[in-house]
């Protein structure tokens, strides 16, 4: 079925006239007469009675012109909703995050993202590192935050920026007044990790800060999720070292206070599949880097929460 013949039948039925509907078509009366009938032809329906007066619809012209509208209308937002997406305009977006991100990072790109391309349709979850890389490769992430460039090949990367650690203190702490303190000084208070299992790379670091400044930290909590450090900071149960964005996260009887004495900081990369970017994902990855266009490691200061 030709749709321009569809086209030409839902105009005649509407003007109910050949000569208007000829002009309204911008063809002439006799290719319009001929389309009409290879339609009736193919649909083995009569969908006009014609005489030398009028036009007039049978009853199965008026319930086919009905559909007929309905499903131009559709093809034609269909056309305009599919261009949108070719242009990155439109469409859907899974985006996973590892938790600290969502106090600085996060907000900002999505909000910059989203005045530009208001009808994309965005889908966020919060996942470790470990987790997000099997859905990235299989396609049901198309980007995410990471603390490590991925390596697998399938994949691709930038890394977005580096933020230094502070520590997170009980404020009743000896030292949570100081501007800055010595890793080496928390020597002898109990550590709150995130577990190896779900974020190795950041529990590995935290790790490797404390033997670098000559002790092995005593270890009271392991956790599934960064915040929940915070929170057991709060409840008195140790200390922890956290990515400074996680400042955001205020909570009584907290203080961050910065570190004077560790120059490593905690990455952030974007990752994405290498060969099958949508234009959605292709846009998101432009509005990352034009929203954060170099490093931002010197965050420091301390702050209570």
Request: glycine letters at 8%.
């Given at each position: 079925?030709?749709?321009?013949?569809?086209?030409?039948?839902?105009?005649?039925a509407?003007?109910?006239?050949?000569?208007?509907a000829?002009?309204?078509?911008?063809?002439?009366?006799?290719?319009?007469?001929?389309?009409?009938?290879?339609?009736?032809?193919?649909?083995?329906?009569?969908?006009?009675?014609?005489?030398?007066?009028?036009?007039?619809?049978?009853?199965?012209?008026?319930?086919?012109?009905?559909?007929?509208?309905?499903?131009?209308?559709?093809?034609?937002?269909?056309?305009?909703?599919?261009?949108?997406?070719?242009e990155?305009?439109?469409?859907?977006?899974?985006?996973?995050?590892?938790?600290?991100?969502?106090y600085?990072?996060?907000?900002?790109?999505?909000?910059?993202?989203?005045?530009?391309?208001?009808?994309?349709?965005?889908?966020?979850?919060?996942?470790?590192?470990?987790?997000?890389?099997?859905?990235?490769?299989?396609?049901?992430?198309?980007?995410?935050?990471?603390?490590?460039?991925?390596?697998?090949?399938?994949?691709?990367?930038?890394?977005?920026?580096?933020?230094?650690?502070?520590?997170?203190?009980?404020?009743?702490?000896?030292?949570a007044?100081?501007?800055?303190?010595?890793?080496?000084?928390?020597?002898?208070?109990p550590?709150i990790?995130?577990?190896?299992?779900?974020?190795?790379?950041?529990?590995q670091?935290?790790?490797?800060?404390?033997?670098?400044?000559?002790?092995?930290?005593?270890i009271?909590?392991?956790?599934?999720?960064?915040?929940?450090?915070?929170?057991?900071?709060?409840?008195?149960?140790?200390?922890?070292?956290v990515?400074?964005?996680?400042?955001?996260?205020?909570?009584?009887?907290?203080?961050?206070?910065?570190?004077?004495?560790?120059?490593?900081?905690?990455?952030?990369?974007?990752?994405?599949?290498?060969?099958?970017?949508?234009?959605?994902?292709?846009?998101?990855?432009?509005?990352?880097?034009?929203?954060?266009?170099?490093?931002?490691?010197?965050?420091?200061?301390?702050?209570?929460?």
């Open positions: 079925m030709n749709l321009r013949h569809v086209h030409y039948f839902v105009t005649l509407e003007e109910l006239n050949f000569t208007r000829a002009a309204r078509c911008h063809i002439e009366q006799a290719p319009l007469s001929r389309a009409i009938k290879t339609l009736e032809r193919e649909l083995g329906l009569t969908l006009l009675i014609r005489n030398t007066r009028n036009v007039e619809l049978t009853p199965a012209g008026r319930l086919f012109c009905d559909c007929a509208r309905v499903a131009l209308e559709e093809l034609e937002l269909g056309a305009r909703r599919a261009r949108r997406a070719q990155g305009a439109a469409g859907q977006l899974t985006i996973a995050h590892v938790g600290s991100t969502v600085e990072l996060l907000p900002s790109i999505i909000r910059t993202f989203k005045r530009g391309h208001p009808r994309v349709d965005l889908r966020i979850r919060q996942l470790t590192t470990r987790e997000q890389i099997p859905g990235l490769i299989a396609g049901d992430i198309d980007v995410g935050f990471v603390r490590v460039a991925p390596g697998s090949g399938q994949l691709a990367a930038t890394r977005l920026y580096a933020e230094p650690f502070v520590c997170a203190i009980p404020d009743w702490h000896p030292l007044g100081r501007e800055s303190v010595a890793l080496g000084e928390l020597a002898s208070s550590f990790t995130l577990m190896r299992s779900p974020a190795p790379s950041l529990h670091q935290v790790l490797d800060l404390c033997r670098k400044a000559g002790f092995e930290p005593r009271a909590q392991e956790v599934e999720q960064i915040e929940s450090t915070v929170g057991l900071v709060a409840s008195g149960i140790g200390v922890a070292l990515p400074a964005s996680l400042r955001k996260l205020s909570i009584r009887s907290v203080c961050y206070v910065p570190l004077c004495d560790v120059a490593e900081q905690v990455e952030v990369w974007l990752a994405w599949p290498r060969e099958h970017a949508s234009p959605v994902t292709q846009a998101f990855l432009q509005c990352a880097r034009e929203t954060l266009p170099g490093p931002r490691g010197a965050q420091a200061g301390g702050r209570r929460a």
